[in-house]
């Protein structure tokens, strides 16, 4: 959503440090006895106790909390309980705090504090828009509005602020459900079985070549595809990685399987990648041309490294290594395999794939100093990224010996998610190609039994392993028929 960029870059700045920005203020003494319960060094908040942290989050007359602290605080809670009940908790303390004010000798200031606290909720509804889609969050929601609004009966300006909050939360809301409809019609290409013994398409079938022989331009047309389905993830997609494998998490937010269709769709586009590949190579008869094929995509991955493109360069790698294509020595044999050669040096797993974090490290670079939109393109490996994530999540504890919530580990978790983020919004330098990439989406893709099938009739088995998996192949398909 173009309201979303907006958003990121307001709430969390040039970095996610979590420093305290100046302006700012500090915490007051707020309500309950929690919010002493802070651990700070070098001015960076490292620890505290949920209920510290709850309280953090909502600002008195003479405080509103960093703009880094809500936007990780709001993803990172989620981990330890649903959005509507940290809804609830966040007006329980606006309630106490409203009593306060009106009982002292600072009920004068009472509009000032509801301002700020229509201002939480703007940036609140926001960042995580998809969190009202909740029942019990919108209610809290508007029971929180309505409190704030009993003080504003003079000119309106905080029942205002808060129509027009709930307004663009309704619209944010009802084209992210348009969005989804959408994307829940779009199948994944076909696989196809192929028939029976003969995998072999006719001579005249279109193959990619046929539809685009530019590397450049194929290599484009995959980044608009890409840029177009990581748009759909959202920071709190992303954090249900964390709150679905915590043990300790015994919530569930409502919603939660929606909420991951976006990470499994993408995931699915890359695996959809790699067997389009590799399909392509497979189907064709004649050995020059599947080598021309495979030189074909080693120079798209090229172009995609070039862009920025790490995630398809990725799977087509994957397509190539996939047993049925890395098999064909014969065909591999006439393939100038130099540039493959530099493309799985770039993707090389070992030292955790040091080579490729290098490169990625440089694009990053150059996407923050870039001038041009072309420059600002830097799509990750997303399964490499997931994992980063997760293992970030798992060798550091959410709690300390001593309760607190470890906050300093949610800081680094919201930083690459912040980082992800900013990646997911350039938009596409590049002119789509409706006929490239309907064939990219559409294009029947072979089943890894009819990889096998075409890969054997085009360069026999040469060992007994490989002569036992082709005998028993073809025993299963005639006994299929």
């Given amino acids: 959503m173009p309201q979303t960029s907006v958003v990121f870059s307001s709430i969390l700045g040039p970095s996610c440090s979590g420093q305290v920005q100046p302006g700012m203020g500090e915490r007051g003494g707020g309500a309950g ?63 106490e705090q409203r009593q306060q004010l009106e009982a002292g000798p600072e009920k004068a200031k009472l509009k000032s504090f509801s301002a700020k606290i229509v201002q939480l909720l703007k940036e609140w509804t926001e960042a995580f828009p998809y969190d009202f889609q909740d029942e019990k969050a919108m209610a809290e929601l508007k029971a929180i509005a309505h409190r704030v609004t009993q003080c504003d009966e003079e000119n309106g300006t905080v029942k205002k602020a808060i129509t027009q909050m709930i307004q663009s939360l309704l619209l944010s809301l009802a084209t992210r459900s348009q969005l989804q409809e959408l994307r829940e019609k779009l199948r994944p290409p076909a696989v196809e079985k192929g028939p029976v013994l003969k995998a072999k398409p006719p001579a005249a079938q279109k193959d990619i070549l046929g539809v685009c022989c530019d590397p450049l331009v194929l290599a484009q047309q ?13 920071p709190e997609d992303l954090m249900q990685i964390i709150s679905h ?13 929606n909420k991951t269709y976006s990470l499994e769709a993408y995931d699915n586009w890359f695996n959809c990648l790699s067997m389009l590949v590799a399909t392509e190579v497979c189907r064709v008869v004649k050995k020059k041309h599947r080598t021309r094929m495979l030189e074909f995509f080693i120079d798209v991955a090229r172009e995609c490294f070039n862009i920025g493109n790490f995630n398809s360069m990725m799977a087509i790698i994957s397509g190539m290594n996939l047993s049925p294509v890395a098999r064909l020595k014969k065909t ?5 395999t130099a540039k493959f050669d530099v493309l799985e040096h770039h993707m090389d797993p070992s030292s955790n794939f040091c080579n490729y ?40 504890t959410n709690h300390l010996p001593n309760g607190h919530i470890n906050f300093k580990k949610f800081w680094e978790i919201s930083r690459q998610i912040h980082e992800f983020m900013t990646w997911t919004q350039v938009e596409c330098p590049f002119e789509k190609d409706k006929k490239i990439q309907s064939y990219l989406l559409t294009a029947p893709i072979y089943s890894e039994e009819a990889l096998f099938i075409a890969s054997f009739e085009s360069e026999g088995p040469e060992n007994h392993m490989e002569k036992d998996s082709w005998k028993a192949l073809r025993t299963t398909l005639l006994n299929r028929a």
């Fill in 245 to 257: 494998m915590d043990s300790l998490d015994n919530h569930r937010c409502r919603g939660d399987m």
């Fill in 33 to 95: 006895s929690g919010s002493g319960d802070l651990i700070f060094q070098d001015g960076r908040l490292i620890s505290g106790s949920l209920e510290a942290l709850m309280e953090h989050l909502v600002p008195t007359v003479d405080y509103y909390p960093d703009r880094t602290y809500i936007f990780t605080f709001l993803l990172s809670s989620r981990v330890f309980m649903p959005p509507h009940d940290l809804l609830a908790r966040v007006g329980q303390i606006c309630l």
């Fill in 357 to 396: 974090r290098t490169a990625l490290q440089g694009a990053t670079q150059r996407s923050q100093m870039a001038n041009s939109s072309r420059e600002k393109i830097v799509i990750p490996v997303f399964n490499l990224f997931v994992k980063d994530i997760y293992f970030l999540h798992k060798i550091h």
């Fill in 332 to 336: 591999w044999s006439k393939v100038k």
């Fill in 222 to 234: 995959l980044t608009h595809i890409e840029l177009e389905r990581v748009s759909s993830i959202h």
